[in-house]
């Protein structure tokens, strides 16, 4: 199912996604002016709950709080999304990715978001995403792939600050493209979050993925707007 914030999404690939939470939070307005007007469409928004991953961040009130017109992209790293699902929706989601590894019930999350409207503009419609953990087998999405709009690899562990790039997770990428390709699903979006840096985002855009989620490279705390631009220019120059 094919829904109007899924088109918009396809028409800015390639592209990044700015993750908020290493933003300066008190003068989160003024952050996020800056980035969109360096052309940022998409805002990351990582909600950790302290179990499925060993930090807390944010919930659903935090995000109907963001005034933005920007996509809210919304990664949940829950235990068991079933039935948390629509208050991220309520709160003005866009995006919404759940993670494989976090429920045994995930098609039924997934199924959920298909069955919601967007409060934004219910005629919007949601995009479904699916995120893999780097440990976890990509097997894992064959039976989702008829249900999803997006896969998330990730290729750091959630939840740890200070990791790199796995190891192998070039040829992750590269097999996850051919997955979906050979099950004739390759207008699914492929997002890698995790470990992208100004140094190596030049490298991970090199693999074709449609959208790149980068939040410490943007927001270090010195030039915001150089940082955004730069990122974006790498991603869009592949």
């Known amino acids: 199912m094919q829904t109007e914030a899924l088109r918009t999404l396809r028409r800015l690939c390639p592209t990044i996604s700015v993750g908020m939470l290493t933003a300066d939070l008190m003068n989160l307005e003024r952050e996020l002016s800056i980035i969109q007007d360096e052309g940022v469409k998409l805002l990351h928004i990582d909600v950790m709950d302290g179990c499925f991953c060993p930090v807390m961040t944010v919930g659903p009130p935090f995000i109907k709080g963001i005034r933005t017109s920007m996509m809210k992209d919304v990664h949940l790293m829950v235990d068991e999304p079933v039935g948390k699902v629509p208050e991220y929706v309520a709160a003005g989601a866009d995006i919404v990715t ?13 199924q959920q978001l298909s069955n919601l409207k967007n409060a934004n503009d219910p005629e919007r ?11 976890t087998p990509l097997d894992a ?91 974006l220019d790498a991603v869009r120059q592949g």
Request: hydrophobic content about 45%; charged content about 25%.
């Open 125 to 135: 419609g949601l995009v479904r995403g699916v995120a893999l953990n780097p440990g």
């Open 98 to 110: 759940v993670h494989a590894e976090s429920t045994h019930h995930v098609h039924r999350a997934v």
């Open 141 to 231: 999405l064959e039976p989702l792939l008829s249900e999803i709009d997006m896969v998330v690899l990730l290729a750091i562990n959630p939840g740890w600050s200070g990791q790199k790039l796995t190891a192998w997770f070039c040829d992750r990428v590269v097999k996850a493209k051919r997955m979906l390709e050979e099950a004739d699903r390759s207008e699914v979006l492929v997002t890698i979050d995790g470990g992208v840096t100004r140094d190596n985002i030049r490298m991970v855009s090199g693999l074709g993925a449609d959208i790149i989620v980068t939040g410490s490279a943007v927001f270090d705390g010195k030039d915001v707007a150089e940082n955004a631009r730069f990122m």
